[in-house]
């Protein structure tokens, strides 16, 4: 416990608590900042206990993750699930499954209601155990520790870092290798009698895997859905979140809205304009500003331009819908 109590410290302190810091809060947390590199490099990447910017309560996550950080540092990182799941229950309870749940802070950024509910997938070992902590007070939550793809099988997850974990590639150490399943087919199983308003897939390189294997699921019922769209993660690239945004027009979804990964709109695009998607993801590059995009759709372009419209007085009057 005294291990955790000190990652808890160190993480503590190397996040910005704000923009106007004193300069010995700089120094500290420059320091903390370097204690936390330095013990990654050493291989101790102990649980934290912290708050989070944004968050109703602290979370248990490893010293690794970045999602303090970063919460801290962009005021709209992280956001747009809040705000999704805010707009659906305005008219009906939520029900949403989360593709990717790594330390629950999706399922708590929407702010759950007694009359919600959730499904959680996780199959990362090194997250489920904080998964579950974070989310051990709420009942109305399910938990699977299942990959979801494409198909039915088994996939080798690589080790985690900074939060996060995509497919396995070359100079990767695998971490497990879990159980592969279908949305469509682990959906009825795990979730009788309901069905989703809202998925969220983060799977770091597996969306459009997720996507296809949820094909009836999104057909016949049309939630709302923010994926990320990060073609360097992805095996064939573009081409393949092209195919993608293609099943999602076969489905019914005619237009989405795509955001950058610091929770900044871009604009609303056709699903069946590739060009565009081509050149919007051309855009992406590891050394930033904007390395992938989250890609929003609703059941109706109605929907969306009722919530854009709404979300775009709050956050950047005067961009039309």
């Known amino acids: 416990m005294r291990s955790s109590w000190i990652a808890s410290r160190i993480l503590e302190r190397a996040t910005p608590k704000s923009l106007d810091t004193s300069a010995v809060d700089r120094f500290i947390q420059k320091l903390s900042l370097g204690a936390r590199s330095l013990c990654l490099s050493l291989g101790w990447d102990a649980p934290c206990y912290v708050e989070v910017e944004g968050l109703p309560d602290p979370l248990w996550l490893p010293l690794s993750h970045q999602l303090p950080m970063y919460r801290a540092r962009h005021a709209h990182y992280d956001r747009l699930i809040g705000e999704v799941a805010t707009f659906i229950r305005s008219t009906q309870p939520l029900r949403m499954i989360d593709v990717g749940a790594n330390v629950g802070d999706s399922i708590l950024a929407a702010s759950a209601a007694e009359s919600d509910a959730f499904l959680a997938f996780e199959p990362h070992p090194a997250f489920i155990r904080y998964l579950r902590a974070n989310l051990s007070n709420l009942e109305n939550v399910i938990f699977s520790d299942v990959a979801c793809g494409a198909d039915e099988g088994s996939v080798v997850l690589p080790q985690a870092a900074r939060g996060t974990a995509g497919t396995v590639v070359a100079g990767n150490a695998a ?147």
């Open 175 to 321: 971490a497990a290798q879990v159980s592969l399943a279908s949305l469509d087919a682990s959906v009825p199983l795990l979730w009788k009698g309901l069905t989703p308003n809202f998925v969220k897939i983060d799977t770091d390189g597996f969306d459009i895997d997720v996507i296809e294997g949820g094909g009836v699921l999104l057909r016949d019922t049309r939630p709302w859905l923010l994926y990320e769209a990060d073609p360097r993660l992805t095996a064939t690239g573009i081409e393949r979140h092209i195919d993608g945004l293609a099943l999602l027009n076969d489905a019914g979804y005619r237009c989405a809205a795509a955001f950058t990964n610091l929770g900044h709109f871009s604009m609303r695009l056709a699903t069946a304009d590739a060009p565009s998607w081509r050149k919007l993801f051309e855009t992406h590059s590891a050394k930033g500003p904007v390395y992938y995009h989250d890609v929003l759709l609703a059941p109706s372009e109605a929907e969306l331009t009722h919530f854009l419209v709404q979300l775009g007085a709050k956050r950047w009057p005067g961009v039309e819908a």
